[in-house]
């Protein structure tokens, strides 16, 4: 538009000169005029800019004109906000991802700062775990809470820290937990956990105290922290419950997350007890195979020789999940505890993914009888499919002492497959247990009744514990008199017991 302006100036000065209104200089001459020609400016155009807003929450807490291409400052805010902690600048508002502030700005930016208020944490922390040291051998993976389990509160007016110092060998696995204590059931169950994502620097001077995982959760906040060098420890857990959530809305407590607390640790000399001797045993635990219940029976247990674990002619449905935990027997006094080792399809020989699939739970291709060997020292589980085995046919007998009668076969107590699952076997009617202390198993005979039986089930096939009877030796034995249902799996072989 300007040029077409300019193309006209002389003859629009020439008329306006004609009727004596105004002078005009004539093109090319100069002027005395102060006003900018047509090609000349007083002004040039500033840098582009972009603004940064700081964020604590939803609410902007400062804003910075940023030059495009340049970086963001490293605002302080703790001038301005005093009544919390900060503990830097993310680039999204979950807090996930520390804000990289070398970065250049090409556009409007948002960055979200960490703060948290100071709120009374109420909580009873615990070490959960298992391991070699009397500490984790007691836990059983928090089936007990002593005093000696506890973390000792240090907690000031403004800040919530818990101390304890322990031992650890090598391979001890732990996490801390608020306990859950049920009094029903006089059993505890895990609270809020604080495990391998909490802790500060693993890894130091090139040296790795600790690895991270093996829990249950799908990130690291949950998942168990091995030892992997000897010694005595400090932990101190520092807490903000201010700043606590519960990852994906949960309403269970274990499910609590926080992004302020932290695990630091210090070394402090070499352990004060001597690492007993002990012997590991593996055993199958599954989602149907055992209803992901610890039991350890003759169709679960693997057998050791040499350091090569097996376990054969084991039927497995393709659309049964499985995997091996351990348990680990003191050689000296014979106690007995949960291990931190497990057998998964990480450990799978290249030769047996052909059979079997999966990188932490396994399920074979198809069902069928497999024969499990597992290598110690290289850690490698070797899965053969076993066509040729053919099981013996055989009928179930609840047999004991209960009722008044003896033990021995009776027709009455034969268990029979329900009309609801083929696959249970149960009694047609409910069995009487008149005193505490009467027991029973089930006897697995061949079809002629002659001894010896080709199996028995007792103890260890119960999935479900209760005060209505005894697990702890070979026969169930009953605490509470009154009438019980009776059944077994065919499958899996678990018994079931329920008050009828």
Not at 69 to 89: C, S, V
Request: aromatic fraction near 14%.
């Amino acid at each position: 538009m300007k040029a077409k302006v300019f193309k006209f100036l002389p003859l629009v000065c020439g008329l306006l000169l004609a009727v004596g209104l105004v002078g005009c200089d004539p093109v090319g001459t100069t002027s005395n005029s102060t006003e900018p020609g047509p090609n000349t400016s007083t002004t040039q155009p500033g840098p582009e800019t972009h603004v940064v807003s700081y964020y604590d929450g939803e609410t902007v807490i400062h804003t910075e004109n940023v030059v495009d291409g340049e970086t963001a400052p490293e605002w302080d805010p703790t001038t301005t906000i005093t009544d919390k902690q900060f503990f830097g600048w993310f680039g999204e508002p979950t807090l996930t991802h520390e804000y990289d502030f070398t970065l250049p700005v090409t556009d409007d930016l948002s960055i979200f700062g960490s703060f948290v208020g100071y709120q009374d944490d109420t909580r009873h922390w615990a070490l959960a775990g298992s391991g070699a040291t009397e500490l984790l051998r007691q836990s059983n993976w928090g089936v007990v809470y002593t005093d000696a389990h506890y973390m000792e509160d240090k907690s000031t007016s403004e800040e919530n820290i818990f101390v304890m110092e322990m031992n650890l060998f090598v391979n001890d696995q732990f996490q801390f937990t608020d306990p859950v204590y049920d009094e029903e059931t006089e059993t505890y169950s895990w609270g809020h956990q604080r495990g391998g994502g909490y802790l500060v620097e693993p890894t130091r001077d090139g040296v790795e105290y600790f690895s991270v995982g093996g829990g249950l959760g799908s990130d690291n906040y949950t998942s168990n922290i091995t030892a992997l060098v000897e010694g005595r420890y400090r932990f101190t857990l520092t807490t903000y419950p201010a700043g606590d959530f519960q990852k994906d809305d949960s309403p269970e407590t274990y499910n609590n997350r926080n992004y302020y607390d932290t695990l630091e640790w210090e070394r402090i000399g070499e352990s004060t007890e001597v690492q007993a001797e002990t012997t590991t045993q593996f055993y199958l635990k599954g989602e149907f195979i055992t209803a992901w219940a610890d039991l350890k029976n003759d169709h679960t247990l693997m057998v050791e020789t040499d350091g090569v674990h097996t376990l054969n002619n084991v039927y497995l449905k393709a659309a049964d999940q499985f995997m091996f935990a351990s348990i680990v027997t003191d050689t000296e006094t014979g106690e007995t505890s949960v291990g931190n080792e497990y057998i998964r399809g990480s450990n799978l020989s290249e030769e047996s993914k052909t059979l079997v699939t999966g990188e932490s739970n396994m399920k074979v291709v198809e069902d069928g009888y497999y024969n499990f060997s597992y290598d110690y020292d290289t850690k490698t589980l070797t899965v053969t499919k076993n066509d040729s085995y053919v099981p013996a046919e055989a009928s179930y007998y609840v047999d004991g002492n209960f009722g008044g009668r003896s033990w021995g076969i009776d027709e009455n107590y034969k268990l029979v497959a329900s009309s609801d699952d083929p696959e249970v076997y149960e009694l047609s009617a409910p069995i009487t247990v008149s005193a505490a202390g009467e027991q029973l198993g089930i006897q697995f005979y061949n079809a002629e009744l002659t001894s010896p039986y080709v199996d028995f089930f007792g103890s260890a096939y119960v999935a479900v514990e209760s005060e209505a009877y005894d697990l702890s030796a070979t026969n169930i034995s009953f605490n509470t008199p009154g009438s019980y249902n009776i059944s077994i799996n065919t499958y899996s072989h678990i018994i079931t017991i329920t008050v009828a």
